[in-house]
């Protein structure tokens, strides 16, 4: 009965390799997003899309793409991958768009890259 | 850039003390939420104050806003050894839809 779940949990690969990162979540809500925690602990947002369709999109190397098949589901594909993508990876949606929602957050996806 | 602040980044306290932490944002908000977050874990909503709010408390929690300063706190009282764990403000501006701005947050640990 996990809200928001993540796949992988962990992730090692190797620079300039391709991945993926899936979230789910069965909460029913519109809105999901994409955060990146780097190692000191800041979270800083880089996608967010409310029924499928992308409505946040912050100044991310476009290397990274999401994509959103429906609206529980937002995988984030890295292209490329660079030492300094190296993170914390953070999924979380919420019932609609407005800032005033609260937002559900998956367990995380740690990426190191080699 | 960075939207919200925290202070201190640490803070280490016994149990059965208050936990105060300070948040500062930069632009206008709607509304300001807290959020803890567990070592390994990911962040679990605590309490949102909208920005017509000056205070508000849940259980053990008690938050501030005040809107002229840009400033907002978050006390826990009695704290516990479950409280240990990593709190960060997020600021909800009033032209952006969903996003919230977070700090890097203060590192809490409770010793029994």
């Known amino acids: 009965d996990t809200a928001v779940s993540q796949t992988p949990k962990y992730l090692v690969t190797q620079m300039g390799n391709d991945k993926s990162i899936k979230c789910e979540q069965n909460l029913g809500h519109d809105t999901m997003y994409w955060y990146k925690q780097d190692s000191k602990k800041f979270l800083k947002i880089m996608f967010s899309y409310n029924n499928k369709e992308l409505i946040i999109n912050e100044t991310v190397p476009n290397r990274f793409s999401p994509k959103s098949p429906d609206k529980a589901h937002l995988n984030l594909h890295i292209n490329s991958l660079e030492l300094g993508d190296s993170a914390v990876y953070f999924c979380?949606?919420?019932?609609?768009?407005?800032?005033?929602?609260?937002?559900?957050f998956g367990p995380g996806t740690r990426l190191l890259v080699l | 850039s960075q939207q919200g602040e925290e202070d201190p980044q640490a803070l280490s306290i016994q149990e059965g003390e208050n936990a105060t932490m300070n948040c500062s944002y930069k632009?206008?908000?709607?509304?300001l939420q807290w959020y803890r977050q567990n070592s390994g874990r990911g962040l679990v909503h605590l309490i949102l104050?909208?920005?017509?709010?000056r205070e508000k408390h849940s259980g053990r929690l008690r938050v501030t806003l005040d809107t002229s300063k840009k400033s907002s706190s978050l006390l826990i009282t009695a704290s516990r050894a479950a409280d240990t764990a990593s709190y960060f403000c997020?600021?909800?501006?009033?032209?952006?839809?969903?996003?919230?701005?977070f700090g890097a947050g203060t590192q809490v640990v409770v010793t029994p």
């Open positions: 979380a949606s919420s019932r609609s768009r407005t800032s005033q929602e609260t937002q559900y």
């Open positions: 997020a600021s909800g501006s009033t032209d952006s839809w969903g996003k919230l701005q």
């Open positions: 104050i909208r920005s017509n709010e």
């Open positions: 632009t206008s908000i709607n509304n």
